[in-house]
């Protein structure tokens, strides 16, 4: 199982960017996708979540209004797309992939948000 992430960089805040996760060697469409965060000496914190057919979706209160998670089961790829972004989102972004009793982590995509 590989899931790939990319799409993060440097931006002003602000701006957006729009992250992918292509997930590859797994039942796509069975697991539960996410977008977790880590910053600098904080715990990790989950960013969104979308369920297999991508009808029920929740985000992080932090996040509310300015992110979208949406999933493509054909080409098997979860997407966030991040708008007026803040220094405070500011973190490494992980994928994550879950159906009971797998749990699935890609390496993680910088976002890096100037102030």
């Known amino acids: 199982v590989q899931l790939v992430e990319s799409g993060g960089g440097l931006v002003q805040a602000g701006g957006s960017l729009r992250l992918s996760c292509a997930a590859s060697?797994?039942?796509?469409?069975?697991?539960?996708m996410s977008w977790y965060r880590q910053a600098p000496e904080k715990e990790r914190e989950l960013v969104a979540v979308?369920?297999?057919?991508?009808?029920?979706?929740n985000y992080a209160d932090s996040v509310k209004g300015r992110f979208t998670i949406s999933r493509d089961n054909a080409k098997r790829t979860v997407n966030l797309e991040m708008n007026s972004l803040k220094s405070e989102d500011t973190a490494v972004y992980y994928c994550?992939?879950?159906?009971?009793?797998?749990?699935?982590w890609g390496q993680g995509t910088q976002v890096t948000v100037s102030s």
């Open positions: 979308i369920y297999d057919t991508g009808r029920r979706i």
């Open positions: 994550k992939a879950e159906w009971s009793p797998n749990t699935y």
């Open positions: 060697g797994l039942s796509f469409s069975r697991y539960v």
